[in-house]
């Protein structure tokens, strides 16, 4: 009988070697070697973070008659603390017009946190735009502006149909029969209309604009309403008490796809949302919305015990951050402020888009949920998944970069797969469901690390979805409600590393430093790495960045045991 365990434990031991497995990941159901995307899990992004001696507002624009005002915010030394400097908003008159505070009230998030702020309804009775500053002690900051707008009426909602007709008139010589226009066309596409808006900001109509390095072109229309133009190119996606989960998937554009190799393909996410709903007896799809009915009111019945599956069109700016579409007219949904203060964009093809900042003002509680957010960089910066974060979200994922079609809606499909799945031990033994991260590296071991995409006019794109949040979610936990019991999966927070931006821009040849803010408990700077994605475009050395070549990329700082890292974008101009 000894011989006999002797035997059949070495021929273990010889399996475990021949399949390229530690006994853990063997016993796991994973392959160390082949499905351990290390760097597939991201740290959200401090997206309220406040520097010291600046001035910041939660928006740059208002509407005339808003109640709610503008909040005003500073961050004070501890010099000016100890001195007990006076802290004071300023306007273009240099006069004051309101103190900062900081004991929770006139707006303050946290009292006694350093950080001075205040919430001022200033008298304006016609457009214009006015210019602040704060003052801390001797000290006064640099100023910014905030335009204000009059209310939106029936006809300002009119002119983006108007807007969109002009685009559609410059860029129609490039657009093939299905209405696309072909990559090797995109940049005149996107020229024509720049030339466009500029002429519309000379005429009155516009009041700023930009194109940003995604091939959007992002105008403030006179009327307050802030429109987008991107350039259609077909193939990218431009507790034990047991709960109840639903499932919910969401394709604003399902029916504008036509392509004969795409059209399979668009009922992938139903088909993950069933095979969950198929193996916990606890979870049912209940929301299956296409094409018009998704409208960005939806996100606000985003709450508790979810699954949302999500695949459309996605866009980023530097200043938006990641914002998605949705398939619905400007006409039907959102309030003066929303379009204004860029919770709502006016975007091309008539649809409206919501940022970050639309979900920090609607979306609810959504404690114990997964996101899955199929779109084009949709993660590109992190803000907008932080934002979901911030509404106790349990996990995003997302995408760094514009990403093809099929290799999007089948990642969402596989991920979903392997979470319903039973990992097996020696093929029969089955060892338990997966954890999310465990999901994802799976479907990246069927269908690849990223999406392998090169543009022949701008280089790779090579899409990468990522996790923010808690990698270790499991549909099963989720379910029988263990996620606050301990469970072995469950990563001990500690805290974690904050930078001191998020984003920086330089020059080529030029170079800027961005620092480690905060770290977690028991870890030292000599305890991460830095790296740069695209070291063609920028170089680093201790945090140090030097503008290469023109592009973006993105700053990874790591801790060397891989459980905490932060990011930060980078372009180079």
């Given at each position: ?429 089955k060892t338990g469901h997966r954890t999310l991260s465990e999901a994802l590296a799976a479907a990246k ?64 040849g030029e170079s800027v430093t961005v620092n480690i803010s905060s770290l977690p408990s028991g870890y ?6 830095w790296s740069i994605e695209d070291t063609s475009i920028a170089t680093n050395s201790g945090g140090t ?29």
């Open positions: 009988m000894k011989t006999q365990l002797f035997t059949v434990g070495l021929s273990l031991m010889t399996l475990l070697s021949l399949t390229g497995c530690n006994a853990e990941s063997f016993f796991n159901g994973t392959s160390s070697s082949s499905a351990n995307y290390s760097d597939q899990v991201k740290e959200a992004v401090p997206i309220n973070a406040v520097e010291e001696h600046s001035i910041k507002t939660d928006t740059p624009y208002k509407t005339i008659g808003d109640e709610d005002g503008v909040l005003f915010e500073t961050a004070l030394n501890e010099g000016d603390i100890a001195g007990n400097a006076e802290v004071g908003l300023y306007d273009d008159t240099h006069t004051k017009v309101s103190d900062l505070y900081d004991d929770g009230s006139h707006g303050d998030r946290v009292a006694g946190d350093g950080i001075y702020a205040c919430r001022y309804v200033p008298d304006v009775s016609e457009e214009t735009q006015k210019q602040y500053s704060i003052k801390i002690g001797d000290y006064e900051t640099e100023q910014t502006s905030v335009r204000f707008f009059d209310p939106l009426t029936e006809e300002d909602f009119k002119t983006v149909d108007a807007v969109q007709s002009r685009c559609d008139e410059v860029t129609g010589q490039f657009k093939d029969a299905a209405g696309n226009i072909p990559e090797d066309k995109r940049d005149d596409a996107l020229e024509e209309v720049r030339k466009l808006v500029d002429q519309m900001q000379l005429n009155g109509e516009v009041v700023e604009y930009r194109v940003n390095q995604h091939q959007n072109v992002v105008a403030k229309l006179s009327s307050g309403i802030t429109y987008f133009y991107s350039v259609p190119v077909e193939g990218l996606d431009s507790g034990s008490a047991v709960n109840d989960i639903s499932i919910a998937t969401y394709q604003p554009f399902k029916s504008t796809y036509t392509h004969p190799d795409v059209v399979p393909c668009l009922g992938y996410p139903d088909d993950g949302a069933n095979y969950l709903a198929n193996e916990f007896s606890n979870v049912t799809f209940d929301v299956n919305w296409d094409d018009r009915t998704v409208s960005p009111e939806v996100v606000k019945n985003f709450g508790p015990n979810q699954v949302i599956l999500w695949h459309g069109h996605g866009e980023f700016d530097r200043l938006l951050h990641s914002f998605i579409k949705t398939y619905y007219s400007i006409s039907q949904v959102g309030t003066n402020q929303d379009y204004v203060e860029e919770r709502l964009l006016a975007g091309s093809d008539g649809c409206v888009g919501f940022t970050y900042k639309y979900v920090q003002a609607y979306c609810g509680d959504m404690t114990n949920t997964f996101l899955y957010l199929g779109t084009c960089l949709s993660g590109h910066d992190g803000w907008l998944a932080s934002t979901f974060l911030e509404k106790n979200c349990n996990a995003v994922i997302v995408n760094d970069q514009s990403i093809l079609t099929i290799y999007n809606l089948s990642m969402i499909r596989s991920t979903a797969k392997y979470l319903a799945e039973e990992k097996t031990f020696l093929w029969f033994f071991k069927d269908h690849g690390s990223n999406d392998n995409y090169e543009n022949p006019s701008k280089g790779k794109y090579k899409a990468t979805p990522y996790i923010y949040g808690n990698s270790s979610y499991m549909i099963e936990e989720a379910v029988e409600d263990e996620l606050e019991s301990g469970s072995e999966n469950q990563i001990e927070v500690t805290g974690s590393i904050s930078l001191d931006t998020v984003y920086v821009k330089v020059g080529v030292t700077a000599s305890n991460f790495t960045i030097t503008g290469v070549a023109a592009g973006s990329t993105i700053l990874k700082v790591e801790s060397t045991d891989h459980r905490f890292s932060q990011f930060c974008g980078i372009t180079v101009s």
